[in-house]
């Protein structure tokens, strides 16, 4: 299957900065990306879906301005968490979802710890 | 509305034992179905899927899942568990524009 990586895989920040996180798909060109945010204990919950050289499209609920996505490339996808507070942190997992040659499976990042102080 | 159901929030098997965990879907169409698992800290690493053909799909690991239609069921199975299964598994169903819809999630657990 494909190869995602992600960068960082953890981070601490204090309240009222921004933090920026990488999503690689590293052995092909991924047009769809997928960011989830997991609680602990809980499933994957979808935020957006991130096109490239498109804007991302959000889900329901979830603040476009607070979470930008950037899609600018085939291989790279960025969530930046805008003036992180507190209850941002969380489990943030990116995916990629595979051309025809993936049978359009979505194959996962190892995911993101963000700590917001 | 699309759904999954994963009735199991913990099961706990013997090392060696079999396996199976269950997992209910709701979908108009044909379902593309995944099974995922992740392990603590972990991203989720595909263990099989069915998008269509023979029904009972072998996967990574020893796993395998059969597709019941009339059940509208994907479970996941394994003969003889190893204490490395330990983890969480995802059942999902494949949505419109690719996204995926997880079910809760099942934690197994292996005992010695």
């Known amino acids: 299957g494909a190869v995602v990586s992600q960068h960082p895989s953890r981070v601490i920040c204090k309240s009222g900065t921004s933090v920026k996180i990488e999503c690689r798909s590293l052995?092909?060109?991924?047009?769809?990306m997928f960011w989830y945010r997991q609680f602990p204990k809980q499933s994957l919950m979808l935020m957006a879906t991130?096109?490239?050289?498109?804007?991302?499209?959000?889900e329901q609920g979830v603040e476009k301005d607070k979470f930008l996505i950037n899609h600018a490339s085939l291989t790279l996808s960025t969530l930046t968490v805008t003036s992180a507070h507190p209850e941002d942190s969380s489990f943030y997992i990116c995916?990629?979802?595979?051309?025809?040659?993936?049978?359009?499976?979505?194959?996962f990042g190892p995911g993101t710890r963000l700590l917001v102080l | 509305a699309q759904s999954v159901t994963q009735p199991d929030i913990h099961i706990t098997v013997s090392e060696g034992a079999s396996l199976e965990l269950r997992c209910n879907y709701s979908y108009g169409a044909t379902p593309y179905l995944f099974w995922y698992v992740q392990s603590p800290g972990q991203g989720l690493q595909l263990l099989l899927k069915y998008f269509s053909g023979d029904t009972l799909v072998q996967g990574i690991k020893g796993f395998e899942a059969e597709f019941k239609r009339s059940q509208s069921s994907f479970n996941l199975r394994k003969p003889s568990v190893h204490w490395s299964d330990a983890a969480e598994y995802f059942c999902a169903v494949g949505g419109q524009g690719g996204k995926l819809i997880f079910g809760q999630g099942t934690e197994l657990s292996v005992k010695p």
């Open positions: 991130s096109n490239e050289g498109s804007k991302a499209t959000y």
């Open positions: 052995d092909f060109q991924a047009t769809t």
């Open positions: 995916s990629v979802k595979g051309g025809a040659q993936y049978q359009e499976t979505q194959y």
